[in-house]
């Protein structure tokens, strides 16, 4: 699999972002960019003075900017646009991940649409001429096998609006055997029965594997490993935030891996980038959010 951002087609509606926090000279170059490829409508919320002060330096399709400063406040209102359909996209600016988030699960005012709300990255490996899509390396700190399959869930509905039918998913350990003593493993044996029980699949699923078993067929050749999940993954599920996100910073800064990330589980894709992200990656998962909205 091969997901390459400059060539990937949107459908032609125009998207309309409401950006949480949108006094932020970073978030408005990365949306100026990305609409240099689609079509943009924004909303803004944040400081007013700020955000005419600071567009006015590119070209950008605003479509209102809403004056609020107090970080909860501008949460909800992000929230609020979506609910009241005037946007069909999140992204978070200057404002702590907390802020949006908490507006987003909320029981009575959210968007949350599915159990969990969950990181999913896509991870393209240039030398290597392949892409994987890769879960959780931002949210789930320390899921259990429930919590898991709903971030499987997450990552498969992800690959399929990406035109991959029926995805490989590969749970991934320090090992490839069932060892009681790490639960990773056994929470992948759990996984692997719960998939049995579908009637309606739509993806398939295999492990525990230690990560080189996915990376190298050598590898996988030598440990005896014949799983097609693993000579072909289109899907790596992390067992720990930790290790999911040690993974995903060594494929950007070790690996020259060009990443995209969005937080799916609500209603609406929901773009979080930060000031360490490259122009690129927060371009492309500007991208990434609008394609899946």
Known sequence: MLI????????SSMATIVVAGADDEVVL????????KIQLSLILIG???????????????????????EPSKIGELAVQCIRNKQANVIMKGL???????KAVINSQTGIKQQKTLSHVAIITYPQLNKSLIVSDCAMSILPNADDKWEIINNAVNVAHKLNIKCPNVALISAVEKINPKIVSTTDAQQLIEKHKSLSDKGFNID???ALDNVLSHESAHHKGITSNVALNPDILIFPDLVSGNVFYKASVFLGNGQVAGVIVGASV??????????????????ILGILLR
Do not use: C, W, Y
């Open 269 to 286: 894709p929901i773009i979080l980038t930060s000031r360490g992200d490259s122009a690129a990656s927060k371009m492309n998962s500007i």
């Open 4 to 11: 390459n951002f400059d060539n990937i087609k949107t459908n």
């Open 47 to 69: 400081d007013q003075n700020k955000i005419n002060n600071l567009s006015k330096s590119f070209n950008l399709n605003i479509k209102t900017i809403i004056h609020e400063t």
């Open 207 to 209: 492990g525990p594997f």
């Open 95 to 101: 404002i702590d991940t907390k802020h949006v988030l």
């Open 29 to 36: 170059e990365a949306l100026n960019e990305a609409n240099k």
